[in-house]
Nanobody, 121 residues
Framework: QVQLVESGGGLVQAGGSLRLSCVAS????????MGWYRQAPGKQRELVAA???????RYADSVKGRFTISRDNAKNTVYLQMNSLKPEDTARYYC???????????????WGQGTLVTVSS
């Protein structure tokens, strides 16, 4: 199976920065799009940023210019650099990957357990 493990969350003051990491492990054949989603209490999970295997990125309007997504395909890792954080960025951040296992002919969506980001005002 493919597993995603996030790290890098924590408590930061408004205006500060955090860098999230997500490593995919297991019997991976290849990974297409990787991304970050977030879910604040009482709200629906929303896309924050995504990056294709070729490096094409897309961002939620609310984070454009502040967050940067990147990936290291050799390490099956995706990063989210978050700058100029705001209290409204407070949420649990989930890693997402469209991955194919070595023994399966299809790509399946995988999710990590999430890492909590808290931005204080």
């Amino acid at each position: 199976q493919v597993q995603l493990v996030e790290s890098g969350g924590g408590l930061v003051q408004a205006g500060g920065s955090l860098r999230l990491s997500c490593v995919a492990s297991g019997s991976i054949f290849s990974i297409n799009t990787m991304g970050w989603y977030r879910q604040a209490p009482g709200k629906q999970r929303e896309l924050v940023a995504a990056i294709s295997s070729g490096g094409t990125t897309r961002y939620a309007d609310s984070v454009k210019g502040r967050f940067t997504i990147s990936r290291d395909n050799a390490k099956n890792t995706v990063y989210l650099q978050m700058n100029s954080l705001k209290p409204e960025d407070t949420a649990r951040y989930y890693c997402n990957a469209d991955a194919r296992e070595a023994t399966m002919p299809v790509y399946l969506e995988r999710w990590g357990q999430g890492t909590l980001v808290t931005v204080s005002s």
